[in-house]
């Protein structure tokens, strides 16, 4: 506010819990509260209760002890040590935001104001990667916009009722939301900077400069091998499985295994060759953890250019402010084009992502260069095929984890299908031979 409008916050005389567990993610708990805020006088103007947020949205863990074991097991604590330091406005106070989690003097560096036109308002954030614990007070977006899944089609999720200020495209939507990460990815391209916050996930992996950075990342994959192995000797025994596991998924897994290994991850993520695309990720990027904007008339639907307006105009500044990326637990350096390809494979139904999967890619590939990113190191073809070998990769293996959860068989066999068709188009050929590598790279803690 202009200094002479500002004042105290008022004190809260209650709280009132008016949705419990709201929807939007298998993990974290997150719950709606309503304030009930007391009015008071100022010199210039009469503050009353009008004047503040009617209510607020909370995550943090889950009370369910399994749900919150798995939580901690996750890093869930990531998510509130980001908001905390992305949220801080004095960067010499970065090492107390970051003391739990080993905090590195290079966090100044990182331009925090980006990040913050990207998530939602936190009025308090909390997370301890000693005890895991993690706690957010954000503001409720829900009057601003509606949870992305939806909106590109029900899915697994059963059916919805959509607003009718609501764009349903699914084309304008996969490249509004790719502009947006194109650029923050670009912001980031090869920032080294990032690698010195060891709270982001990889940050130490990829530096890969001490025996514990080789360790966790090692671990992690034996463990997912393990459960490759599980999956792929029940389908062959004709043992209860969680979902219908196809031929070619059993194949692209025991390739995984065979041809997995630390090596080849750090080959593939060779931080110290100039032509390596590695950048700020999401990390766990879909549309369910996109607050997607309302109030757009399908006249004004149409495809966003590369090159229609500049980083200042006061359109795009718009939609800027009205996509919002949620669930940060994931967030840390790793190949942008990886989670690209997991957005397409998760939201895209089978016939829009093989009719327009070339198109949108261009257009997040074009985004990058408008942003900064060398078109000569990073041409299209070889950004297109760490794509495909990104969304093998990481779907494999998500996957996998899925089907450790207690998820609808349904909504485990739609995933498994999202995956086959990918893999059916870019992994292998006619004649079923291989058309990549398939070692694994991303880690989760299984």
């Not at 614990?133 to 916009?145: C, P, V």
Request: negative net charge; glycine residues 4%.
């Amino acid at each position: 506010l202009p200094e002479k409008e500002r004042f105290i916050l008022p004190r809260i005389t209650h709280v009132n819990v008016t949705n419990n567990n709201l929807k939007g993610g298998l993990t974290g708990e997150i719950i709606r509260i309503a304030p009930a805020w007391e009015g008071t006088d100022h010199p210039s103007m009469t503050i009353t209760a009008s004047h503040f947020p009617a209510s607020f949205v909370i995550k943090t863990l889950p009370t369910d002890p399994v749900k919150r074991e798995m939580n901690v097991r996750h890093d869930a604590y990531r998510e509130g040590v980001l908001y905390h330091w992305v949220s801080n406005n004095d960067d010499d106070d970065d090492d107390d935001v970051l003391s739990s989690s080993s905090s590195s003097s290079s966090s100044s560096k990182i331009d925090k104001s980006f990040l913050k036109n990207m998530i939602p308002r936190c009025f308090y954030s909390y997370g301890d990667a000693v005890t895991g614990d993690m706690f957010l007070l954000m503001e409720d977006l829900s009057q601003k916009g509606i949870v992305l899944t939806p909106v590109l089609g029900n899915q697994c999720w059963g059916d919805v009722t959509l607003p009718e200020d609501v764009v349903t495209d699914p084309v304008y939507i996969f490249k509004s939301v790719f502009s947006r990460m194109a650029e923050m990815h670009a912001k980031f391209w090869r920032d080294p900077t990032v690698l010195e916050l060891p709270w982001l996930k990889n940050a130490t992996v990829l530096k890969g400069d001490t025996p514990s950075s080789s360790s966790s990342w090692v671990t992690s994959m034996n463990n997912t091998k393990v459960v490759f192995q599980n999956i792929i000797s029940a389908s062959h025994n004709g043992a209860p499985t969680t979902l219908d596991w196809h031929p070619t998924m059993l194949k692209a897994m025991q390739l995984a295994i065979e041809q997995t290994s630390w090596d080849a991850f750090r080959t593939f993520l060779d931080i110290n060759d100039p032509s390596c695309a590695y950048t700020l990720c999401h990390g766990d990027f879909h549309a369910g953890n996109i607050m997607w904007r309302r109030g757009l008339s399908s006249s004004s639907s149409s495809s966003p250019s590369p090159s229609s307006s500049s980083s200042s105009d006061n359109g795009e500044h718009q939609q800027k402010q009205q996509i919002y990326f949620l669930d940060w637990m994931q967030t840390g350096p790793f190949s942008p084009f990886t989670e690209i390809a997991q957005f397409m494979i998760s939201n895209a139904t089978i016939d829009v992502r093989r009719k327009h999967e070339t198109e949108i890619f261009k257009h997040y590939h074009s985004e990058l260069i408008r942003y900064g990113v060398d078109e000569g190191t990073f041409p299209f073809e070889k950004c297109l095929r760490l794509y495909k070998e990104g969304g093998v990769e990481r779907w494999l293996t998500m996957n996998a984890l899925m089907s450790t959860l207690q998820l609808p068989r349904p909504c485990l066999q739609w995933f498994h299908d999202q995956v086959l068709a990918f893999v059916e188009d870019h992994a292998f050929d006619k004649n079923g031979n291989a058309l990549m590598k398939f070692s694994l790279m991303t880690p989760y803690n299984l």
